[in-house]
């Protein structure tokens, strides 16, 4: 008992914030109407949708300017298989093609789900990796590859429904039958569980030697290259298993959300993603939890507020939360989590040498 509470006493500051999120999102359900539940689950997937690029960004330091085609590639094979099995108005096709077979059964579009997205991000990693692409190059890459997903959406019609989107009418997991739909305290809890196993997993490699090395590539990889490792390979890695927990996320989005179109796969998407961890602060996990809490509270609070005032202001709670954002990041360009970490080592470091130098004066005085 006694080492338990001398580790959990060791931990950084930001574990201990992580542990006041998890548990402000495990008993929020028992203070909270059955509409923020609602609220809650989804930006509950769109946290497990932050880590995912945390792990890319914040770790490896490869900025994903396209992070919302995993995402989308997520939801929208779900959206197929749903328009499919329950036999939406719009869909006019006989029969799906050979490399979207799987879709026709539940564990199979759950499976395409994570796979779409993970060879989506292998192949983007091989092409870019391989050929010593990164740094800003890497991020314009992925910008243009959210711009070309948004018009294939819209122009894949016959199996995406174009720019009108799908509906999605099964609030479950595996299964896409709109008459097994989960009520909203229990897929809350579903997606609670998601979100705690998808925390411990990057935790655990953000720890792991692979972790050293990634935050070794994003602090000087040609150093990394002189001590015989291969970049290459972790980043195709990382790559690969940031895509796969992004289109997870994806899924369970998707579900809360009830429908899925182009934006989902778009710029705006990656995008928002990228200001919720800079303002929460990147390469810790806390702050891409954090920020996307804050910000999402903060988003749906506002646009209800204004809402709320006169119809002639609904558009102007936009501005606010952009002021807000701004604000955040230049006065703290580390995010709030990044500056309450680099606080905590100045005191640290300042205490340290306290220490030393009473301990120095207390060896003077003796001699």
């Not at 085609?69 to 499919?84: D, L, Q, S």
């Not at 490792?229 to 940031?242: A, H, Q």
């Not at 936009?318 to 954002?325: A, Q």
């Amino acid at each position: 008992m006694k080492n338990v509470l001398l580790k959990f006493k060791a931990m950084p500051v930001n574990r201990y914030i992580d542990v006041i999120i998890l548990i402000y999102l495990l008993l929020y359900p028992a203070f909270h109407s059955v509409y923020w539940v609602y609220i809650m689950s989804g930006i509950m997937a769109y946290m497990i949708f932050a880590l995912s690029l945390d792990l890319l960004w914040g770790y490896t330091g490869l900025m994903s300017m396209g992070h919302g085609v995993f995402f989308g590639a997520g939801g929208y094979m779900i959206g197929i298989a749903c328009a499919r099995i329950n036999q939406a108005e719009w869909v006019q096709y006989k029969k799906l093609p050979w490399f979207l077979s799987l879709l026709g059964n539940d564990q199979g579009a759950f499976l395409m789900a994570l796979l779409v997205p993970g060879l989506i991000a292998l192949f983007l990693g091989i092409f870019m990796f391989t050929g010593k692409i990164q740094g800003i190059f890497f991020s314009l890459i992925t910008l243009a590859l959210s711009g070309i997903a948004e018009l294939f959406v819209i122009n894949a019609s016959k199996y995406t429904h174009g720019d009108s989107g799908i509906t999605i009418v099964s609030r479950t997991v595996i299964s896409n039958n709109s008459k097994q739909s989960l009520p909203d305290f229990q897929y809350y809890f579903i997606v609670f569980g998601f979100l705690l196993a998808i925390y411990l997993l990057c935790l655990g490699i953000s720890r792991s030697r692979t972790g050293k090395v990634l935050q070794a590539i994003r602090e000087n990889e040609p150093r990394l290259v002189f001590f015989g490792y291969n970049p290459s390979r972790f980043k195709i890695f990382i790559m690969v298993l940031s895509g796969i927990i992004a289109g997870l996320a994806g899924v369970l989005y998707v579900r809360v959300q009830g429908s899925i179109n182009y934006t989902s796969v778009g710029i705006n998407l990656s995008t928002f993603v990228l200001v919720w961890i800079a303002v929460g602060g990147r390469g810790n996990l806390t702050g891409a939890m954090l920020g996307t809490l804050l910000l999402q509270i903060a988003e749906t609070k506002l646009s209800s507020l204004f809402s709320n005032l006169s119809a002639d202001f609904v558009q102007y709670w936009k501005l606010i939360l952009g002021i807000i954002i701004l604000l955040t990041v230049f006065l703290i360009p580390k995010g709030i989590v990044g500056t309450i970490l680099d606080v905590r080592q100045k005191h640290q470091d300042h205490r340290r040498k306290e220490r030393i130098l009473a301990k120095e004066g207390g060896g003077e005085h003796e001699g």
